[in-house]
């Protein structure tokens, strides 16, 4: 155990009784005090001799203590501490000290081989509640937050309790920098790299083998944008995905496409469009357009929805920061979403 003593409510001085122990138990080029301090950014850690100086808020340096301690026993019982390892021990410090649960985040959204499907935050427990108490549901945020998997979630859910007869899954064919025009095959193959994160996500919730058959009656149809054009979409959970890249003639003529008994989730990222020649987004259009309308729920989520590894969250803060601070282009205000040229989704 880490011998230590605080001098103040918020400060810990951790004594090592050599350097060894010392650089063995922040692993590589400060491993430990990387992570730490980008977990805990309320948190001052100073190395002082064979010394470690923590401050800041009294229950976070608390937590800090606690999993240096552990990464000190860890050293000791000769464990390299890897970032992985680090991470494993703040997984559990933050369950060790997480409140009671919200109840909305102990709730499945749907159960398949095991696995448990749940929303991991208040916002994401905001948008399911969303997608079962509105008609049109619209999921705004970062890449990793869950918007599209969540909805996918949801949709087979749906169809399993015959809330709806069939699940509709599409998105815009907007090449994101590169360009498939002249790959070989048929157009459904050309189609196909579009339509292919549905396909994904969709394997996760349904028996690989049964997906064929499903979509082969119509069940289950995934199928790019332009393909709604003209259709009315009754019975139907529908899921229109990476809205971002839509045009704002192609965002009303699908959400002019709902039918009677119906449901829509429209999800995307404002801050990743790839539409070409600097238009704007659909999606950040109707937005705007439909804010306070009856029954169009509008969600956000942000960096910390974020589900993917912690690094995610971190760079999508960072960029959020750079893009807040550029300097104004004519055409773009300052803070304005850019225009990107690639998709880092």
């Known amino acids: 155990m880490t011998e230590s003593s605080p001098s103040q409510p918020n400060t810990l001085d951790v004594v090592f009784p050599d350097a060894p122990t010392m650089i063995a138990t922040l692993g590589p080029q400060d491993t430990l005090l990387r992570i730490l301090a980008g ?195 009754n019975e139907a959970f529908v899921i229109l995905d990476e809205a971002q890249n839509t045009t704002a003639e192609q965002m009303k003529m699908f959400l002019t496409r709902l039918g009677f008994g119906s449901r829509m989730v429209v999800t995307g990222d404002v801050t990743q469009v790839d539409l070409p020649g600097g238009k704007a987004s659909g999606l950040k259009i109707v937005t705007e357009i439909l804010a306070g309308i009856d029954d169009i729920a509008i969600c956000r989520l942000d960096a910390g929805d974020v589900v993917r590894h912690r690094l995610v969250g971190d760079i999508v803060d960072a960029y959020t920061r750079w893009d807040e601070n550029r300097p104004a282009t004519p055409g773009r205000r300052r803070g304005a979403p850019h225009q990107s040229k690639g998709n880092a989704k």
Not at 202 to 214: F, S, Y
């Open 39 to 233: 977990v805990w950014r309320e948190v001052r850690l100073q190395p002082v001799g064979e010394r470690l100086l923590v401050s800041g808020p009294a229950d976070q340096v608390q937590s800090v203590g606690r999993v240096i301690a552990q990464a000190r026993s860890a050293a000791a019982g000769g464990a390299a501490i890897t970032s992985q390892v680090v991470e494993r021990l703040i997984r559990a410090e933050k369950q060790l000290v997480a409140p009671a649960p919200d109840p909305s985040l102990t709730v499945d959204v749907l159960r398949h081989r095991g696995r448990h499907i749940r929303p991991k935050t208040v916002n994401q427990a905001a948008y399911i509640d969303s997608m079962d108490t509105h008609t049109i549901t619209f999921g705004v945020g970062p890449a990793g937050t869950g918007k599209t998997y969540l909805a996918m979630a949801r949709a087979v859910a749906a169809l399993q309790s015959k809330e709806v007869s069939r699940i509709i899954l599409t998105r815009p064919a907007v090449e994101a920098g590169e360009s498939l025009g002249f790959l070989p095959g048929t157009l459904a193959d050309k189609i196909d790299p579009y339509l292919r994160p549905l396909y994904d996500a969709l394997h996760d919730m349904v028996e690989a083998e049964t997906i064929p058959r499903l979509i082969a009656a119509g069940t289950i149809e995934v199928a790019p944008l332009a393909y709604m054009r003209g259709r009315t979409l």
